[in-house]
């Protein structure tokens, strides 16, 4: 670990030097979290991210609601619920939630698993620092778990109406789900960005 790291919440200069394996530390002044120490961070991020793309893939490619009523059937995947909404009128709304359920989601563990290779392999990159940046910036952005939820509360409003089968590709995007907030939350970006400056002084 390196040595000071500036509090993001009041700006206090504070020394993580003594942080070992499995420690996190906190800020003295208002208790703002700092960083969190784990000498294999990036094999986790690399498993959770590379596991997460695969599950995305699963999802995309089965039955993600099943809903009868009175006889009539009707499947939907998960790629046609963007397409729904544009369907029905709504190219935007339809264009901003393949954006947060799945592109940007998809993109960011991408990214995450090529930052782990390239720094697993001990070598520095140019674009090391803009990948980084990126993956900080389109963590914001990804709505999976506001997705799954809001989801599960439709079927239990749904299920008093028809008949619901859920899908191999729900429990893929679940899945999903839970990877892609393992490997975010396994990304320390103090120690994402320590070992990048460590990088480029070799």
């Known amino acids: 670990m390196g040595s000071d790291t500036a509090c993001q919440s009041c700006d206090l200069l504070v020394s993580v030097a003594a942080t070992k394996h499995g420690e996190s530390a906190s800020c003295p002044r208002c208790g703002c979290f700092l960083t969190r120490c784990y000498d294999d961070a990036n094999h986790r991020v690399l498993a959770y991210s590379s596991a997460g793309l695969m599950f995305l893939l699963f999802a995309s490619s089965y039955s993600f609601l099943s809903l009868s009523r009175s006889g009539v059937e009707n499947k939907i995947t998960l790629l046609q619920t963007p397409a729904a909404l544009w369907s029905y009128g709504m190219p935007e709304v339809g264009a901003l939630v393949a954006a947060f359920i799945i592109v940007i989601p998809a993109t960011v563990l991408a990214m995450m698993a090529a930052l782990c290779i390239l720094i697993n392999q001990g070598r520095y990159h140019s674009w090391?620092?803009?990948?980084?940046?990126?993956?900080?910036?389109?963590?914001?952005?990804?709505?999976?778990?506001?997705?799954?939820?809001?989801?599960?509360?439709?079927?239990?409003?749904?299920?008093?109406?028809?008949?619901?089968?859920?899908?191999?590709?729900?429990?893929?995007?679940?899945?999903?789900?839970v990877c892609f907030t393992l490997a975010v939350s396994s990304l320390d970006r103090y120690q994402c960005w320590e070992r990048i400056e460590a990088l480029k002084a070799q």
């Open 128 to 177: 090391l620092v803009p990948l980084a940046k990126g993956i900080f910036l389109g963590q914001h952005w990804s709505m999976v778990e506001v997705f799954i939820i809001a989801v599960i509360v439709a079927l239990v409003k749904i299920a008093a109406m028809a008949t619901v089968v859920i899908g191999i590709s729900f429990w893929a995007y679940a899945a999903f789900t």
